[in-house]
C-alpha cells in the first residue's frame, strides 16, 4: 500500500506560489528525501502533508485515507523541526511522552515506550535533564525520540541536522537511516544538503521553484540528472556542461576544437545541445588514440584523497576530480580522457536531458554542407 500519495498539490501565499501542481506517490517504509535550493517549496510540501498548511488545491493520501481537510492531531503522523521544538521548561522525559499524555495513552503503556525510546536513541541517562542542559545532537535526539515514541508510521523531518556540526551530521544521518529501516517507518526528509540526500535516500524527490522535477533512486539522479537544473544542482563540483557545435569532422566544442564522439546516434530535431561530463569521468594522460581534450590549467584544490583540477577548454571552464596529489601549473596544457558512454546531452532551450541524442539536423546540416561524417558512433 502507498503510505503517502499526493495529487496536484499547490499552495499560494498572498505573494508567492509556493507549491505548484505537486504529484508523488511514496511507498510502505521508503525514505524519501525531499532536496532542492532554498525557497523552492520543501517546506511547505511538508507543512502540507503534516496538515500544518491547508492546499489551495490537490488531495493528500495517507495509508490510503484521504486527509486533505484534517487537522495535524488526525493525520497520525510525527514530524522533527529543524528547530527541535523541544519544550525548554519540561525534563526530557516530559518532552518524550508529551504526546502520548495528550492521547490519554495509559500511564504503564506510557512507561515502557519512554523505557524503549530513550534506550533505543541512547538518551535514557539524560531523561531527568532539561533542553537547556543538553547538547545539539542530544536535543536532536529528544526531538526524533518525540517524533517515533507514539509508534507512528509516518516521520516528517525538515532539515533536522542543520544546526549540528559537519561531523555530527555525518553520524546523526547514519543513526536516522538506520533507525528508520529498523522501525520500518516511511520517512520523508527534507534537506537542501545534496550529500545528506544521496546518502540517504532510497528516493530523492528534487524541486526547484515550487515544482517537483526529477524524483529518482539517488544513483539515477547523480549519473543521470534529468535536465541542466539538476546537472548544475547535483555534485560538488558540479557537472561540467558544455556548448556544442558541429564542424566538418563531427561534433566538437563550441569555439574549440576539442571533438566529441557520441555513444549513440542522435535522435531530437533540436538545433543546438549542450554536453555533461562529471569531473571524476575525466583522467590524465590517456592513451595516444583514446578520445580525450587539451585543458588549459587555471588551479588546483587539493581535497585529500583527490584534487580537482580546474581549468578551461577555450572560452568554457572546466573541471576535473584526480586521484592523489595531481599537482600541475597554471598554464600547462593537460591531456584528459573521457568515455563516450559517460557523457550526458541536454538541450539548452528546454534544458531537458537528451538520452544520447543529438539533433539529426545538426548530422545532415553537416553532411550535406561539407560532406563529412558529423558524427563517429562509439558502442
Ligand atoms: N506563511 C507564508 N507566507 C508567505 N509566504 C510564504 C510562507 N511560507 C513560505 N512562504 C514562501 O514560500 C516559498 C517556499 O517556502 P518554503 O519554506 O517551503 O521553502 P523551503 O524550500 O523550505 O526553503 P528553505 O530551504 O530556505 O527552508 C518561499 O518563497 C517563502 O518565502
Ligand atoms: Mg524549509
Known amino acids: 500500500m502507498l503510505s503517502i500519495s499526493v495529487q496536484g498539490l499547490t499552495k499560494r501565499f498572498p505573494n508567492h506560489l509556493a507549491t505548484d501542481d505537486l504529484s508523488l506517490d511514496i511507498e510502505e517504509g521508503q525514505f524519501v528525501v525531499v532536496l532542492g535550493p532554498s525557497g523552492c517549496g ?56 508529551f504526546g502520548l499524555q495528550l492521547r490519554r495513552v495509559p500511564a504503564a503503556e506510557r512507561k515502557q515506550r519512554l523505557a524503549q525510546t530513550s534506550a533505543l536513541l541512547g538518551i535514557d541517562q539524560l531523561l531527568s535533564r532539561k533542553p537547556a542542559q543538553l547538547s545539539g545532537g542530544q536535543q536532536q535526539r529528544v526531538a526524533l525520540g518525540r517524533a517515533i515514541i ?24 547514519r543513526e536516522i537511516k538506520t533507525l528508520a ?64 557545435e558541429p564542424s566538418a569532422h563531427g561534433l566538437r566544442i563550441a569555439d574549440t576544437l576539442q571533438p566529441v564522439m557520441l555513444p549513440a ?28 581534450w587539451q585543458m588549459i590549467v587555471d588551479s588546483m584544490e587539493y581535497q585529500g ?12 571552464a572546466l573541471a576535473a576530480r584526480l586521484p592523489g596529489r595531481a599537482q600541475y601549473a597554471a598554464g600547462q596544457t593537460l591531456q584528459l580522457g573521457w568515455n563516450p558512454q559517460d557523457l550526458s546531452l541536454f538541450d539548452p532551450q528546454s534544458g531537458k536531458r537528451l ?12 553532411q550535406t554542407q ?3 561524417p558529423c558524427n563517429v558512433v562509439i558502442s
Not at 509508534?151 to 553520524?171: C, F, H, T, V, Y
Not at 522501525?183 to 521553484?209: F, K, P, R, W
Not at 546516434?265 to 583514446?290: F, K, M, Q, Y
Open 42 to 97: 520543501k517546506t511547505t510540501l511538508l507543512r502540507l502533508i503534516a496538515g500544518f498548511e491547508q492546499a489551495d488545491a490537490g488531495r493528500i493520501h495517507l495509508h490510503g485515507r484521504e486527509v486533505t481537510h484534517l487537522p495535524p492531531g488526525a493525520r497520525d503522523l510525527g514530524m522533527v523541526f529543524q528547530s527541535y521544538a523541544l519544550f525548554p521548561h519540561l525534563s526530557v522525559a516530559d518532552n518524550l511522552q
Open 150 to 173: 507514539g509508534g507512528r508510521r509516518i516521520i516528517l523531518m525538515d532539515e533536522p541536522l542543520s544546526n549540528l556540526d559537519a561531523k555530527l551530521r555525518q553520524d546523526m544521518r
Open 181 to 244: 529501516v529498523k522501525l520500518g517507518i516511511t520517512v520523508v526528509y527534507v534537506t537542501h544538503d545534496q550529500a545528506e540526500a544521496l546518502s540517504m535516500g532510497d528516493v530523492v524527490v528534487v524541486m526547484h521553484e515550487a515544482r517537483i522535477v526529477q524524483v529518482a533512486a539517488p544513483a539515477t539522479l547523480y549519473e543521470q540528472p534529468n535536465s541542466l537544473f539538476v546537472a548544475r544542482f547535483i555534485g560538488s563540483p558540479p557537472m561540467n556542461l558544455l556548448p556544442l
Open 265 to 292: 546516434e542522435p535522435t531530437n530535431s533540436s538545433a543546438s545541445l549542450t554536453l555533461g561530463i562529471r569531473p571524476e569521468h575525466l583522467w590524465a594522460n590517456p592513451a595516444a588514440h583514446h578520445p580525450q
Open 305 to 316: 584523497s583527490d584534487s580537482i583540477v580546474n581549468g578551461h577548454l577555450g572560452p568554457h
Open 355 to 366: 538520452d544520447n541524442a543529438a539533433p539529426t539536423d545538426f548530422l545532415h546540416r553537416s
Open 370 to 372: 561539407e560532406d563529412a
